[in-house]
């Protein structure tokens, strides 16, 4: 009976130091559990009103593309029937590399700079190539390889639809450098 006094006494320091009789350790409480699920429903929300500004701003997109489509299909055939080819063996190169400055499309961004970078690997030692580069990703991405290869570089496009004014300005620089290039070819 001395002892039963004892160790009555003492079994509350045998229990786990977490909380309640009930709870074992490292489960969470039936609060934690409330602020969880509180926690995951807001970031429900949040997603699926971004994918609907996401939705309105590609059905804009798609319904100013659908007027421009014919100038599109126009160029497209030109250019079939044109057969243009360029010698790319030739010394000077200007690759244009187009991207944006921000978003959620890191796969686009990550794709261009992959294929350019495989192009600038497979070139022979000789052949001198420049970038002029729209968008910021891109150009965070090209310049940590090919720093030295990088000439010009714009960035805020893309946030507007696209006129030819925004064309026109960066043709204007490439022209308007020193360097004079061979062959040309565009990324996007």
């Known amino acids: ?46 997603t699926k009103s971004m994918k609907m500004v996401s939705a309105a701003k590609y059905a804009r997109a798609e319904r100013e593309l659908r007027a421009a489509r014919p100038y599109g299909a126009g160029a497209k055939s030109f250019f079939d029937s044109a057969e243009l080819e360029q010698d790319k063996s030739k010394e000077k190169q200007l690759v244009l590399i187009m991207s944006s400055d921000r978003g959620l499309c890191g796969g686009v961004h990550s794709g261009i700079c992959r294929e350019m970078r495989n192009q600038m690997n497979e070139k022979a030692a000789n052949i001198e190539t420049k970038f002029a ?13 090919f720093k030295e290869n990088v000439m010009m570089t714009f960035n805020d496009y893309g946030r507007k639809p696209p006129v030819f004014r925004d064309a026109a300005v960066v043709a204007n620089a490439i022209i308007d450098t020193d360097y004079n290039y061979d062959v040309a070819s565009m990324y996007f």
């Open 133 to 145: 580069i729209l968008g910021d990703k891109a150009r965070g991405i090209m310049s940590r390889q």
């Open 1 to 46: 009976s001395n002892m039963e006094a004892i160790l009555s006494r003492t079994a509350p320091l045998l229990l786990p130091q977490c909380g309640s009789l009930q709870q074992v350790c490292g489960m969470a409480t039936l609060k934690e559990i409330r602020l969880r699920l509180k926690s995951v429903t807001n970031i429900q929300k949040i």
